[in-house]
């Protein structure tokens, strides 16, 4: 495929033909109820911001935020705050149309508040965070790197992880510098993927211990795409 998203580069690196069942052949496993909570917990949160509830206050599933929650609500008011949106790149990381012809990259964005010298672009994150530290902030930097682009009047991207179920905010700051050399980082990584033309398994314990394939014994060698 010549498209990529942080969740499909990390199917790919986890293990080739995980992403090859996933995306090529378009294979999909039961949906964990931890993954519907989180779809539900972000459609409530996009309802509030916008003030699409019959209620204004704060739904309880987002109370250890509600401050910063109605904050995003008054400044999507203001239209300071977008949320919810699909933004996507091309291979120079200028922006481009979600299925443009010339479409590279897609990242879905939860929130972002744009001022008048920065900008932080926020995504919720549901369930544990734990062990997810490394992966999470390379998220972030993928965010700042796109939206540097997107906007590059700002000198200074922000990008913070707001971790509902643990009253929990990680906040990454990203100069024009850093910004580059991250660029270059994920050009390479997402290269080796939409340049792929093998998908071979990568067992590991942790890996095929959770994967739907797996425990379908759906797993081959290699999977080439000729």
């Known amino acids: 495929m010549n498209t990529w998203s942080y969740s499909r580069l990390r199917s790919f690196e986890e293990c080739p033909a995980k992403y090859h069942y996933e995306n090529v052949q378009k294979i999909r496993g039961p ?5 519907k909570r989180g779809t539900k917990i972000h459609e409530i949160a996009e309802n509030y911001i916008k003030g699409d ?31 919810e949106e699909d ?10 149309p979600w299925f443009g012809q ?6 879905k964005i939860d929130a972002y508040i744009k001022h008048d010298d920065y900008t932080v672009v926020i995504d919720f994150k549901t369930g544990r965070y734990a062990g997810n530290e490394e992966s ?38 990203y100069t024009k510098e850093q910004i580059e050399e ?15 033309i ?4 990568t067992p590991s314990e942790n890996a095929c211990r959770w994967c739907y394939f797996g425990k379908e014994g759906m797993c081959k060698d290699v999977y080439r795409n000729f």
């Open 53 to 83: 509830l019959e209620t204004s206050d704060c739904p309880s599933v987002l109370k250890d935020f509600s401050e910063a929650f109605r904050d995003l609500r008054k400044g999507y008011l203001l239209g300071n705050v977008v949320v």
């Open 136 to 173: 999470h902030e390379a998220q972030c930097a993928l965010y700042a790197v796109a939206t540097a682009h997107r906007f590059p009047e700002i000198d200074n991207i922000q990008a913070e992880l707001w971790y509902l179920d643990h009253n929990k905010i990680t906040r990454h700051t």
């Open 198 to 201: 093998e998908f071979p398994t």
């Open 87 to 96: 933004w996507a790149f091309d291979m120079g990381w200028k922006p481009s």
């Open 102 to 107: 010339e479409t590279w990259g897609r990242y």
């Open 31 to 35: 949906e964990h109820p931890a993954a």
């Open 182 to 196: 991250r660029k270059k980082e994920f050009t390479a990584r997402a290269f080796s993927l939409t340049e792929a």
